[in-house]
């Protein structure tokens, strides 16, 4: 195997992955159009009415130009870091996302950390205590991870943990970072608990699996302890297949940032599209939007090129990816 | 679930062989089934009287799970909220696999260039994050709760298009098929006479697994305020409207949430259920 054989797979992901990029960015381009009514009035929001303003908008947006050209003037000012003025507050979109970005990022990272530790040691012991209470209680938690969704559990332990018991704060990021990480604790609990689901369903079938395999055979033979078998060999053949969920894990967190954030009301980029949304400040929305797809985009490529890394049958073609 | 030997017959179509969460579960649902048709004469009280003198109140007896911010009483309103929680996932999980069966099949037994295209189009819609382009798409384009279920109908019929296909894939390189060729049987007959009553117990679990997906992600659509009405009785409005009395009145937000995972696990162990003993 060359490193030219990566190089020209990373290639082909590119090429799936620029066309995909151009076509939701056209899509968030046509909300403006999307959006009943005249898109002028769409983009006025609330601001006064007069034909100076008016005028400014059909310029800046380029209305007055056929779609496709709109288009192609609205990506290049994209590509340039314009994404326009937020029709609340007249403030740049950039600068609006740039303030919320941080507790989105710590909020992710903080549930990512949890959902891939925890959701990997839980799926690992319940394959392996395959049959007992634990294995069942483990399913069991599973199933309820995939049927509540953030928000109704966020609603839960913010009642439990927040208001009944005192033991975490209910209310604001918090200042500095050990303080944001005591106050993103329960929203990263709820944020993780439906995306660990998935992570515990795919570690415990692929352990499962691999439990059964001769060389697991030949090591208990050789005398090898049950937790070295299981946690030196078993679990690193069976994390393949999780790494192919990652791509639903990190779906799975920006969708559920979006409702973490509400519940708790948080200030990140989740809780701003949601209110874009209801205020409906489109080009709020295109900005935040365009940013969670490019984002959920990007990790999938990088997630492609980590797993040729780690699993050598793709980069041979052995394995039909 | 216990695990049978190779050999011994498996008992089928005896109610003792039910698991008994299975039973729960399903009486869960029958529950749920029975306020959504039966409401307005199960709830104790109406679900849109306003009594704003009295506000939010916790659970008494007059209101055993007490009143909202505008006096309305928080039980009759779970009551009446089980429609909009099952009229709408019924809508999404149906549409979705008809036409996730009609695509499945096309693509995996016919392959070649629609193959192809479907499965592109497939690639596409697993790369988009589902729940954001609703939330955006039903914001901005309005029209609430049946604009929300059309959205979750199409983002649901990629992941159920390659569960077909792949099912029917399985059934490809079996003899029946040659055998039907061989017959003479035409493509068309093959594909819905023959492939589909075989790939039908995967697609009747799945569905109710869809359900059970679309119920959360409507709900959580009403919750930020997108899906239903204003003023109607549905759960996720429910956590929506009730967010400021989580103090004054726990059991309006926690009355509802609870029903949203009680019902979604119910639907969610009758699928896995019916797809390890049917499907596999």
Known sequence: ?321 | MSVTAAGEPRPVGRLSAIPFVIIAAAIVIAVVVVCAIFGAGIAPDSAFVQRLAIGDLPPSADHLAGTDLLGRDVLSRVVYGARTALVGPIVVAAGAFAIATLLGLLSGYLGGLVDSAIMRWVDFMFALPGPLVAIVVVGVVGGGYWTAVFVLVVLFTAPDTRIVRSAVLKQRPLPYIDAARVLGISKARIVFFHILPNVLPIILAYVVLDFAFALVNLAGLSFLGLGVEPGTPDWGRMLFENRNILFSNPAALLLPAAMIILTAVSMNLIGDWLFERFAK
């Not at chain 1, 326009?84 to 992710?108: A, C, E, F, M, P």
């Not at chain 1, 109704?152 to 209310?171: D, E, K, M, Q, S």
């Not at chain 1, 999938?300 to 039909?320: E, K, S």
Request: aromatic share 10%.
């Open chain 1, 1 to 321: 195997m060359t490193s030219s054989g990566v190089v020209i797979f990373i290639l082909r992901r590119l090429a799936v992955a620029i066309p995909l990029l151009f076509i939701i960015s056209f899509g968030v381009f046509a909300l403006v159009h999307l959006a009943p009514g005249d898109p002028v009035r769409a983009l006025l929001g609330a601001r006064p009415s007069d034909p100076a303003t008016l005028a400014a908008i059909r310029t800046r947006y380029h209305l007055d130009d056929p779609f496709i050209v709109q288009y192609g003037k609205w990506l290049w000012q994209v590509l340039n870091g314009d994404l326009g003025v937020s029709i609340q507050g007249n403030r740049l979109v950039t600068t609006t996302i740039k303030d919320r970005l941080g507790v989105t990022i710590y909020l992710s990272v903080m549930s990512a950390v949890l959902v891939l530790g925890l959701g990997v040691l839980l799926g690992a012991v319940a394959a392996f205590r395959r049959g007992t209470r634990l294995d069942r209680a483990v399913v069991m938690f599973g199933v309820f991870g995939i049927s509540s969704p953030a928000f109704v559990t966020g609603i839960f332990l913010l009642y439990f943990f927040g208001a009944l018991l005192h033991w975490f704060p209910i209310f604001g990021p918090g200042r500095g970072f050990l303080d944001r990480g005591w106050h993103l604790t329960l929203p990263a609990i709820a944020l993780a608990v439906s995306v660990m689901a998935i992570v515990i369903k795919i570690t415990r079938a692929a352990m499962i699996e691999e439990l059964d395999r001769d060389y697991v055979t030949f090591a208990r033979a050789r005398g090898l302890s049950a937790w070295r078998i299981t946690f030196a060999y078993v679990l690193r053949n069976a994390l393949i297949p999780v790494v192919t969920a990652a791509g639903l894990v990190v779906v799975g967190l920006v969708a559920g940032a979006i409702y973490v954030e509400v519940t708790f009301a948080l200030p990140g980029i989740g809780a701003l599209t949601v209110d874009a949304v209801q205020k409906r400040d489109i080009p709020l929305i295109q900005g935040t939007t365009l940013l969670f797809s490019c984002f959920v985009v990007l990790i999938n490529l990088a997630i492609d090129v980590i797993y040729t890394v780690i699993d050598p049958r793709i980069r041979f073609g052995r394995v039909d990816s």
